[in-house]
């Protein structure tokens, strides 16, 4: 809601920084200060400051609501439209923002408990990194649906590609960053965390990935298609669960991040190939730098 307000660093600072910055902290003063408790503790850091940081979003939203001016007459089915939006988004941000989160659970019976706690550490920087590449769509996509709801078809194409060029840059750039400055941002966890420098760049290519492929769910929605984004999460899904039994017992750490890598690539691709099949609109990087103005675009399917 307050992407669509055009409040995008208060909607994504949630759940793309502070998490992120919340579990790093909590890993870094358990393992420090934790005296026999670090479970505890590690539970007690992110429970206290997961609430505070959902307080003061919530706050922010309830702010941002208030400004806007009440129509003298609501529209028409309204609210059945909100919910034909709603319910796919609340269903791609779970299976996005907690993605990890799932992938743990995923891997908690097949790693032993140091390997866990690399992996999560891996997974909380990554996402910390991928902060950036995800702000710069946050900043767009308001502008993206305005330019659609104002018939402007070429300045909706022209976002797009100018957005994908930005994020596949800073993705690259991130993930040199990560090569050099990793091993000394593990020193802080111990030397045991170093084992976690090539799984992180490895989730990194995928975030590169993630950029070529494009914003293809806002695509969707803007075609109102929300739904068809669905199929994309559920291979998704089954495709880091096969991974994760495939690879994990045979290469452990290199496995899970392997397998984080193939999910993701099958989420991208996947939603890619929906927006082009639905929309008939290229909205990868390839588009952008073969044909800068107009996109490449095909009939769309019946």
């Keep these: 809601m307050l992407v669509g307000l055009k409040r995008p ?36 850091v992110l429970s206290v400051g997961y609430a505070i940081v959902a307080l003061v979003q919530f ?4 702010k941002a609501t208030g400004e806007i001016p009440l129509e003298a007459a609501p529209r028409q089915d309204e609210w059945r439209r909100w919910w034909r939006f709603a319910v796919p988004w ?9 993605f990890f989160d799932i992938d743990l659970l995923l891997l908690s019976g097949h790693m032993s408990r140091e390997e866990l706690a690399i992996f ?13 590449v995800g702000a710069v769509y946050a900043v767009t996509m308001p502008d993206m649906f305005e330019s659609e709801a104002m018939k402007d078809r070429a300045g909706f194409h022209r976002k797009i590609g100018e957005a994908n ?43 590169v990935i993630r950029s070529v492929f494009g914003p293809a769910s806002v695509v969707l929605s803007v075609h109102n298609r929300p739904y068809t984004s669905l199929p994309a999460v559920a291979a998704s899904m089954a495709s880091l669960v096969i991974a994760n039994l495939t690879l994990v017992p045979p290469f452990g750490l290199l496995g899970a991040s392997f397998a984080a890598l193939i999910a993701m690539t099958v989420w991208s691709a ?8 639905v929309s008939g609109v290229d909205v990868s990087i390839r588009a952008r730098l073969a044909r800068p103005a107009p996109l490449m675009t095909v009939k769309p399917a019946e």
Excluded: H
């Design 9 to 44: 660093f208060a909607g994504f600072f949630a759940e793309t920084l502070a998490r992120p910055l919340l579990a790093l902290a909590g890993f870094v003063v358990a393992l420090n200060f934790g005296a026999g408790a670090q479970i505890n503790t590690l539970l007690w």
């Design 59 to 62: 706050a922010l939203l309830l």
């Design 90 to 98: 609340i269903a791609l941000a779970v299976a996005g923002d907690f």
């Design 120 to 132: 999560g550490v891996c997974t909380r920087v990554f996402s910390l990194v991928s902060f950036g």
């Design 165 to 207: 060029l930005v994020a596949s840059g800073l993705s690259v750039a991130l993930l040199l960053i990560v090569l050099v400055l990793s091993p000394l941002a593990f020193m802080l966890f111990g030397a045991t965390f170093q084992a976690g420098v090539a799984p992180l760049a490895i989730l990194c290519i995928g975030l």
């Design 270 to 277: 996947t939603l890619w190939f929906t927006a082009w099949r």
